[in-house]
């Protein structure tokens, strides 16, 4: 019923900058936060930043400072602004949004498939 697609994702250099992109489609009636998960090789998926359709935002610690999320609810997307990458911020990144559809009238958790984010020189 809702359809994540991610873009956004590859190799980077330590240091460097990249930029993750989400859309959300489908039945659609309200989203109430998105955001971005990441699991790196043997570890838990981990909350990356969430936004809530007001604007409120949750990030991890180690994040702060460096990675920014943004969305467009009109387009139902969200993107996830990552600068001053580090090696251990490589990981595969799922977006995520909790959406009311026309059939289930509370909010569910959609995922995407995920994209790789290599941070290596």
Known sequence: QVQLVESGGGLVQPGGSMRL?????GSIVK?????????APGKLRELVASITSGGYVNSV???KGRFTISRDNAKNTVDLQMNSLKVED????YCNAVVVTTSVPYGVDYWGKGTL????S
Do not use: K
Request: charged residues 10%; neutral net charge.
């Open 61 to 63: 610690d180690s994040v």
């Open 31 to 39: 989203i109430n936060s998105m955001g971005w998960y990441r699991q």
């Open 21 to 25: 992109s989400c859309a959300a489609s």
């Open 117 to 120: 984010v290599t941070v290596s």
């Open 90 to 93: 490589s990981a595969v990144y």
